[in-house]
C-alpha cells in the first residue's frame, strides 16, 4: 500500500471544512484503489495547516490523486506539498 501526506494552508476552515465534506472526500472515496483517509483541520481551528493522510492499494493509484490534486487544488486550500510514500504499517 501506499499513502499520499498532503500539508496544506487553510485561510478559512469553515469554508474548506464544507468543500472537504462535500466535493473532496466523495470524489477522493471513488478513485481507483482507494483504502482509506484522514483529513486533520488546523491546529487552532479556523486556519493553518492542515494534513491529510489518504492510503491506496498501489503507488499507481495514489501518484494519480497528487496529480489530480496539483491540477484542481481545493477551494481556500493551497497545497504546499503532496508526497507518496510506502505504507511501513497500519494498525
Known sequence: MYAVFVANNIDDFGQAHESLLEGVIPRVSQLPGFVSGVWLAPENGDSGEGNAIVVFESEEAARMMV?????????????????????????
Open 67 to 91: 496529480d489530480r490534486l496539483k491540477a484542481d487544488p481545493p477551494p481556500n486550500v493551497e497545497i504546499r506539498r503532496a508526497e507518496v510514500r510506502a505504507v511501513a504499517g497500519r494498525a
